[in-house]
Every structure is written in structure tokens, then in C-alpha cells.
């Protein structure tokens, strides 16, 4: 907890402080070192400071102060060794206890990951906690904060992963995301992911993290690729320029993490030649082994200050001064970030200065300042300071970077791919041949584990019906559970198939030249290039998929694609597909597959034309895509997203799509045909009795109801039961179907309608909530299921009606 949440009387043990630079050495020089105890002797609400007794001495800290520093309560540490379950003695009196706890907790390190995007962060991430988070290979995939664990050393790494950005303007939602993450959760030791072969454009951002004076250490990613390309790198030399350890790392092989964590180690720690610490020198015994300790070199990672040159630094200095008048400290933020955001026009910058009392003097102070440097410089006070930083990054590079290779061989590589990948003509092309081999793919290598999965459901479904007594238990089972359930999980594998190649086009880069060759279009609609990746991703599922518009800076663009992603087929909905394209068009089955999925896409792109001249107001913006070099991407990370994605398949249908059979079986099964016949005294042969059985039970009524609705669409009860079924999931449809046992009335014509219904009506339950969540409110929701069933209903009935008539 933090000292702050102490109450008057309450005493804990300091674990550590947090912050950085000048407040932390006054705060440390004040005595709250980590192991002291400190008692509190008036934390009054509303009342700052807060006094303490620390050493048998009274300070008093501000409430902003104390809120940085980290301790362990009585409380917490009883807490603590309550939960123990190794039995090893712990210390009984109060003090001891509590100093072995803080020594403990001490040794618990918040780390976060901080990078361009595509720099290899969630690579590390995933190395370094043998997680099994999405790598892919463009920018933004990474949309939210992962957190993962790891033991290492004798240390409890707590690791991060961020979404990648490019600077630390307050512009994108990501940019705002990680500065406000640095700044309110203090991480212990922030590793600045670096991508080797790009060093110019990263390092930008590294010299942004050093002017917010944070513990830091970068990871010097994709080292194999530098290594390759025959250019030399001084790392050492990097270092030191930039005070900042630097550990060369290859994400693909796990080489050097190691050495990273454990300069991450050292850096929370201090150097390690500090004397008296056993703790460190047992440490120290495991560096010798490494080659990048920095305990040689310690001493010379001093944090260092960007050098803008000397306008901008004299403009620096003079901000400072009126913001230093007030006490440290400022919101996190050190003082130097705040004077250089404050050139910078940062909105939330000026906010948090807004609330100093002398607040005006240095407003004034920025607006003098911006207009010395426009007259100087020639140039605003923006510009100037990226100029400036990209100078800087140049001139380091200059003196430790050397050029021999003229490219990178991956850049050659993928120029000449790029050539005609990305070709105005050959690009679509090869972009259909990719979708329809994956739909291809998708069926026929899908034919034969299924025909397996699907023999083995029989197999059991007939040993259930062979062993068990007749009666409620045996219809349950072999009607409701086996048919449903096994009627949708023998399509894993043309699931996993499907995201298989998701995840290879992601991994590899492709998926990047999509969104780039797509951007012309795209525009056209008032979209963005970027707006596709979000939308071959909803081939897989729409969730993900619409959380991804997050990278989309532009509002409008944002909203269009999230609202148009659920036309785009998910894998949920491949199962009806199957089954349906199996009985009626079995000669064209991958172009029929691929004709839906483009069906799809065909309609996202009208209706976001549609949306963008009226419904979605504003402007949009333009952007530069980025186009990342090829990467062969590995096996291992494509078979893990894979089965993931399996595994998550799997527990759908031992959770909902069990839960949901059961409800239609229930629902198909009851009242039971005997009262009824018994009522209107009708005697029928078995076939009969069971087909008026159905249609008499409750789902045969709801079904019913709705008949006049679809019938223009030429469905029948059946239909509408399993469209409505599917808006809890879409595997849903497949497993209503097949537990209703089929549908042989169907004719082609309205099995084609059926599908295009499917296709089109409206996302699951989970995915409208998405839509609310990620738009910011629940109309954009209603909206979409409310739009995309009216299409569906609208394309289904033009199929059907026009169909009839040839
Ligand atoms: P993030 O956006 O920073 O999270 O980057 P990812 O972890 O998603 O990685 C981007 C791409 O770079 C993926 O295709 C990775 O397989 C690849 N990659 C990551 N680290 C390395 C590395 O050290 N060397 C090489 N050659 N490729 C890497
Ligand atoms: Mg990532």
C-alpha cells in the first residue's frame, strides 16, 4: 500500500519510493529508506501535510509526496504470512516481521515494456513470460496493457506489455495511454524496446523517456537482423551517449533476454558495488557470467539531458524556473519534461500546470519563450524541438553507428516483394489468390480431420443409444448434447486452419501491404488503410477485431469500421457454412465460401460509404501507413496463436454452446407429444409423431410467430429458430441446426438466401457489447444490430424473391 492510505496511529515499513530524479533524493534524504519504520501521527482527510514520525524524528510530507511512497502495514504483513503456504519460520515479533515482509515486497518489480509498434515488445513479453500474447507483424495490434509474471533471479517480475507509439504527444489514445501509465503507476524499471534495423525513428521516443527522467533501460531488439546486415553498432558507446544501459536482444531466439532482465534487476537496484549487501554480491556472483552487466560500466549511466542546442535549452531553463518555485512533486511529471511539453502546446501538460498557483507567470513565461525561438529559429517551438531531437539522435548514431551494408538484406527483400505485392494491378490480384487459397485451404485440408472428429461424435452417439435405457436422460444426450455440441466441434480444425493463416498473414507483414494496397479504396469511403486490418481480423472473430480500430487515430474513421467489422464473416459462422454449402453446393464449395466472405466485404464497403456521407459526421484524417519489412514468421508463434485460438473454441462449446443445446433441446422437447396427441386424440406413425412433435413444442411455437417474417426469405420455423438462437453465439446457429436434424425441406435457393442471412444479421451479444464499449455508447450498438439484420433481412428476401423468378 502506499503511505498515504496509513492511518493517524497505523505504522508500516517503507518498501520502496518511488518517483523520480529530484524528488526522490530529497524524500531519500529526508530518511524514508526502504526497511525504515514509520508511524503516523496525524492523517487527517483534508488536511495536508500529513506529519509522521520516521527515526524518532516528526516530518511532515505532502499527500501527493506520501502517495509515492511505497509501504508494508502490520496489517499486510500478517496478511502476508498468513498466505504463506511453505512453512519455512517467519520472523514472530511485529518489527521483525514487518521488516521481512518489506524486504520481501521489496523484492517484487513492477517492469513495462515501452516501444514504437512492431519494435518486438510483445515478442519479449512473451519470451520473457513465457505468455502467449498476439504478435503480429504492423503496427497496433497491441491495444491494451498486458500484464504477465515472471520469477527470476530471486526476483518477482511483474511485466507490462504497452501498446506501441510512437512518440509521447498527447495526440493518439496509445501515446496518451503509455504516458499516463509511466506517470501514474511509477514502474520500478521501464525497458525501452528498440528495434535495431530502424534506429533513427526509434530512438525519437527514447529521448522523449529520457526527458521524463524515468528509471529506463532499452532492449536493442531485432539484433539478428543488425547483426545480418553487416552495419556495426557500438552499443557501449550508445549507451553512454544516451545514459542509458543498453542490451542487445533478439526476441525470435530468446537470446539476451536474460541479460536484460537482469540489468533490469541491477538499475532498480542501484550499481551493484555498494558494500554490506549480501543480497547484491550473491547477485554479482551470477553477472560475471554475463556479458552485459552493467555493473562494470554503472558509473557511467548517468541520466543525461537531450541536448536541444542552446535556443532551445535557454528556453528550457527559463520555463523551469517559475515551475520549479513549486514543491516537487508535480504530478510525476520532472520538471524538464514539463518545461519541453509546455513548448510543445501539450493540452494535458498546460492542464496540470493550470492548477499551480503560479500558473499565469509560467504561461507567460512558454508564451515568451515560443516567440523568442519563432524569432531565432525561424520556426515554431513544436517543429523546433523535434528537429532538435531528431538532431540529437542523428549526431549519437553519427558517432556509434557505422554503415557498411548498404541495406538491410530483409529490406531488399522486401522491396522486391513489395514490387509486386503492392502493385497497382498484380497487388489485388494476389490478395484475391491469397483469400481464395485460405478458403480452399479452409475446406479441403479441413475435410479430413473432420470427417474424423465427425465419424468419432457418431460413433459415441450411437454407443450412447446402444447402452442406454429409452427415456428423457438417452433423448438428452444423443438429441440435445451430442447433436449440438458434436455438430459444431468437428469443425475445429477448418477453425484452426482459418486462423492459422490469419495469424502467418499478421506475423508476417502481409497483412500490412493489404491494408496498404486497400488505403486508395478504402479512402474512397471515408476509411483508412488501416480500417481493413480490423476487418480481415473479423474473419477470425469481431472482437478482437473491433478493440483493433483502437490504432485508427481518426474518430470517424474509428466509429465506420467498428460499425462495418461485423459484416465481415466470423469464424463462428463458418460451421452453418460448411454444413449448409456441403448439402446443397457441394461442386463449388471453396467459391462459394469465398463468394460469402467477399459478399461481405463488398457490403462493409458500401455501407461505410453509406455511413460516412450520413450517419458518422466530421472529418477525416489523412495518415501515413507504415510498411514493415518481411519476417518469416516462426512456426512456434503461429502454432501457439493457433491453438489458442483453439482452445478458446473448445471452451465456448463446453460453456455456452453446452448450456445453449441443452435450452433448444429443452425447448424442442417440451410439452411432450403424448399430451398433446392425447388431447386431440390423433393416432400417427412414429415419423410423423415426432416431426408434428417439434413443431408443436415450444421452440416449434416461437418459431411460428416469426414465420411470416423470414417466410418472404423462404425460411421456415427451423431457420428462424437457429437466427435467433445465434445471437447469443454464432456457433449457435450451426448446433440448433443440426439438433432440429437438418434441413431437408430446404430448397438450394433458400439455402443460399438462409446463408446470406447469416452472413449479414446481426453480431453476438458479446460483440454489440464490444461495439458500446469501445464506441462509448450503447446506441452504436443498438445501431448496428438494428442495421445489419434490416440488410440481412432486405438481401436475403431480394435472393430468394428474384431467384424465384429464373
Ligand atoms: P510489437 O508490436 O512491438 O509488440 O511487436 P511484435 O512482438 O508483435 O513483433 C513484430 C514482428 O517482429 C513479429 O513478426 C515478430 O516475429 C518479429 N520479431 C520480434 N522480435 C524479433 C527479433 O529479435 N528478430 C527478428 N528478426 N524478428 C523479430
Ligand atoms: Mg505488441
Known sequence: MRLSELNTGESGVIVKVHGHGGFRKRI???????????EVLLNAPLHDPVKYKLLDYEVSLRRAEAELVEVVSVEEAKEWRDSQVDQTPLPANEKDLLHHVALEKRKTLNVCFVGNPNCGKTSIFNVAGHADERVGNYSGVTVDAKKGELDFEGYHFNIIDLPGTYSLSAYTPEELYVRKYIIEQTPDVIINVVDASNLERNLYLTTQLIDMDVPMIMALNMYDELRESGNHLDTQQLATLLGVPVIPTVAKTGEGINELLHTAVHVYEGPCNIENDEDRTMRCKNCQLLSHCPQATAKSFKHIHVNHGSILEAAIEKIEEPIRKNPEPHHNYSGRFMAIKLLENDRQIRDVIGNLPNAEEIFAMVSDQQKMIQRELDDNSENAITDAKYGFVQGALKECFEKVGKRMPS??????????VTNKWSGYIIFLAVLYLMFWCTFSLGQYPMDWIDLGVEELSSLVSRLMPDGMLKDLLVDGILAGVGGVIVFLPNILIL??????????????????????????????????????MGFGCGIPAIMATRTIEDRKSRLITMLIVPLMSCSARLPVYIIIIGAFFQQYQATMLFSLYLLGIVMSIVMAHLFSRFVVKGESSPFVMELPPYRLPSGKSVFRHTWEKGKQYLKKMGT?????????????????????QEVQGVQEVQGVQEVQGMEQSYLGQIGKAIEPVIRPCGMAWKEGVSIIAGVGAKEIVASTMSELGGFDTMTPLAALAFLIFVLLYMPCIPACVTISKESGHWKWAVFTALYTTTLAWICSVLVYQIGSLI
Open 411 to 420: 529490406r531488399i527483400l522486401t522491396k522486391k516483394i513489395d514490387a509486386v
Open 28 to 38: 531519500v534524504e529526508m530518511g524514508f529508506i526502504r526497511g525504515t519504520k514509520v
Open 499 to 536: 486462423y492459422a493463416f490469419i495469424s502467418w498473414m499478421e506475423d508476417s507483414g502481409y497483412m500490412a501491404r493489404v491494408a496498404f494496397i486497400m488505403d486508395r479504396i478504402m479512402h474512397k469511403m471515408g476509411l483508412h488503410g488501416k480500417s481493413f486490418i480490423p476487418m480481415i
Open 656 to 676: 455456452t454452446i453446452l448450456a445453449a443445446s441443452v435450452i433448444i433441446w429443452v425447448l424442442s422437447y417440451f410439452p411432450r407429444v403424448q399430451e398433446v
